[in-house]
């Protein structure tokens, strides 16, 4: 399976944004109008909450209208309130000496939008990740402030905003941490999310969100997929949220690592997920540096470098390969490392005697394969972990940022 990245710069919304929205509008739609959605509210109480929780974006939403054509659905969808339910996993973890943000996003990628969009809509220069056509997962603006989700694992679903459409206004709108936090106490969220905000001299906030409870803000500088306890335990099991929360608090408490470490850390097991069409599949790992207002997307064999001052278009095809060897002890993995190599070389040697001198998909494959399980060796042989031996409350105390 694979994803198209697509790496957009349209200042103000026009002819490149109205091409997205045809290009994902039909699937939007039919996840939109979904038969469970009976009591979906109308156009008229959508702009209505619209107006009285994000007045400022009112503007601008009355722009990707028009661009959208004359369709009360698509209006109603762009609103951004009562989407249906949906949910992720994703890691995220900030690095306060560096003032950078390192997060995977994990989804299904055929029901990833796949737009690096850098665009001054109201204004302000914003480059994020995409979602739901005015959304995002994560991003940053001019100013050096980075946000990002990670799903809250919960299953209630309440009257508000959908999380990126919310995101979105903050990134638009806000320059300052405090401006950030007080749009998200202020605007519900219809599901729930950790939230982590950061600006350019490495301050930041977690901020869980709920539709059920008011917002909790935290010095927390990690998140997965729960908030402070297991509320839905088959998710928490599926997403090892558990698991992953504790690797990431032990390698933050060791205090020496530093963001590269940390972000091959992410493109490896536990962190980096091959669920893919179960949904929980590492689509990119980000990392976020607010001090240059830069972002650098990571796969195992790719990467893509951006920033607001030199955004650079293009497209970029990501191929996933479906996980199931995670749990592969040393033999296994060592039988399949050398069956790899055996079809690397016979594969090589076909090539050659076909006089194909230049590296074909096939190869590049396999090499990728190749690599991939070197890594999981590399995993069990060091996989003797001493997390457990620490409880996390005081693991959390020693990686919490330090006032």
């Not at 299904?108 to 969009?117: D, F, M």
């Not at 980096?272 to 796969?299: C, E, M, P």
């Not at 195992?300 to 607001?308: F, H, K, M, V, W």
């Not at 590049?364 to 399980?373: A, V």
Request: aromatic share 12%; hydrophobic share 35%; glycine share 6%.
């Amino acid at each position: 399976m694979k994803l198209e990245l697509h790496s957009i710069s349209e200042k103000y919304a026009g002819i490149k944004w109205q091409g997205l929205f045809h290009k994902h509008w039909p699937s939007y739609r039919s996840w939109y109008l979904n038969k469970s959605r009976s009591d979906s509210p109308n156009l008229e109480t959508c702009i209505a909450r619209l107006k009285e929780y994000m007045p400022e974006f009112y503007p601008t939403y009355l722009h990707l209208c028009d661009l959208a054509g004359d369709d009360e659905v698509a209006h109603r969808f762009l609103s951004g309130y009562c989407p249906p339910p949906y949910m992720s996993g994703c890691a995220q973890v900030v690095h306060e000496k560096e003032a950078q943000l390192v997060r995977n996003y994990d989804f299904a990628p055929k029901l990833s939008e796949g737009t690096l969009l850098h665009s001054a809509w109201n204004g302000k220069e914003v480059m994020a990740m995409g979602d739901s056509l005015i959304g995002v997962v994560d991003g940053i603006n001019e100013n050096g402030l980075v946000v990002s989700l990670t799903f809250g694992g919960r299953k209630v679903v309440g009257e508000g905003f959908g999380i990126p459409f919310i995101l979105r206004y903050v990134l638009e709108f806000c320059t300052s941490l405090d401006e950030a936090i007080e749009a998200l106490l202020r605007i519900p969220s219809h599901m729930s999310y950790n939230i982590m905000l950061m600006n350019s001299e490495g301050e930041h906030k977690l901020v869980q969100v709920s539709p059920d409870s008011d917002p909790i803000i935290t010095n927390y500088s990690a998140s997965t997929n729960h908030q402070g306890k297991v509320d839905w335990p088959e998710h928490a099991k599926f997403t090892k949220t558990i698991e992953r929360e504790l690797y990431l608090l032990e390698m933050l408490a060791q205090e020496d690592y530093s963001t590269e470490e940390i972000t091959q850390a992410f493109l490896k097991p536990p962190l980096f997920n091959r669920k893919y069409r179960r949904g929980f599949g590492t689509i990119y790992t980000a990392v976020y540096d607010a001090k240059n207002v830069s972002v650098q997307l990571h796969w195992p064999s790719l990467e893509l470098n951006q920033s607001i001052s030199d955004f650079k278009e293009g497209v970029l095809v990501i191929r996933y390969k479906e996980g199931g060897k995670e749990n592969l002890n040393v033999n296994e993995l060592n039988l399949a490392y050398n069956q790899a190599v055996e079809e690397y070389w016979l594969e090589y040697g076909q090539s050659w005697s076909q006089e194909n001198r230049h590296v074909n998909e096939a190869l590049n494959g396999l090499s990728l394969h190749i690599k991939e399980l070197l890594d999981q060796m590399h995993f069990v042989a060091h996989s003797q972990s001493t997390y457990p031996k620490q409880e996390p409350p005081e693991l959390w105390k020693r990686v919490s940022m330090k006032k």
